[in-house]
T-cell receptor, first 114, second 109 residues
């Protein structure tokens, strides 16, 4: 089944404890992206990647890192999480850069930072 | 960047057509309009997109005004499963989407 998977789905952690949220897609998509969603708001883009080893900042990149060493994986790293990073996170992918706006989304990761 | 304006919420009776408006008066000539929906807190789902012409697929129809300043998403026969938040989005030219708060559509039996 074609899908985008994220792990973990739920995470409660404490301030300053490094964490990684994994994202994987099995559709051979070139474009991948991370978003966060806060209550009552639409999605805000954190980082995106147009292909392997190519990443760029979105609208809210502060406090996050990403890497794209393989086409299928696009992990989101929080080196020192803070409470303002408590949010619902979505990973997404699309076939190519030219179709970046028809994105397939993962199920989401709900992160709480205490 | 082009911004979109949508009603905060709308109701529609089951079996009727749901018409969701979107205003994007500052859209540029080469910017597309996209619609996604999000059911509860699941990952958003792509619905449809268009540039100038009206578009239809198995999920919905998209009607774009001639001046491109507004559009309407039409769900022809709404069901309870169509209850969701619907986002009207204008795609930036640098591979990013600008998401607003969307319209919460409630389908009533």
């Amino acid at each position: 089944e074609a899908q985008v998977t994220q792990n973990p789905r739920y995470l409660i952690t404490v301030t300053g404890k490094k964490l990684t949220v994994t994202c994987s897609q099995n559709m051979n998509h070139e474009y991948m992206s991370w978003y966060r969603q806060d209550p009552g708001l639409g999605l805000r883009q954190i980082y995106y990647s147009m292909n392997v080893e190519v990443t760029d900042k979105g609208d809210v990149p502060e406090g996050y890192k990403v890497s794209r060493k393989e086409k299928r994986n696009f992990p989101l790293i929080l080196e020192s999480p803070s409470p303002n990073q408590t949010s619902l996170y979505f990973c997404a992918s699309s076939l190519s850069v030219s179709s970046y706006n028809e994105q397939f989304f993962g199920p989401g990761t709900r992160l709480t930072v205490l | 960047d082009a911004k979109t304006t949508q009603p905060t919420s709308m109701d529609c009776a089951e079996g009727r057509a749901a018409n969701l408006p979107c205003n994007h008066s500052t859209i540029s000539g080469n910017e597309y309009v996209y619609w996604y929906r999000q059911i509860h807190s699941q990952g958003p789902q792509y619905i449809i997109h268009g540039l100038k012409n009206n578009e239809t697929n198995e999920m919905a129809s998209l009607i774009i005004t001639e001046d491109r300043k507004s559009s309407t998403l039409i769900l022809p026969h709404a069901t309870l499963r169509d209850t969701a938040v619907y986002y009207c989005i204008v795609a930036r030219s640098n591979y990013q989407l600008i998401w607003g708060a969307g319209t919460k559509l409630i389908i009533k039996p």
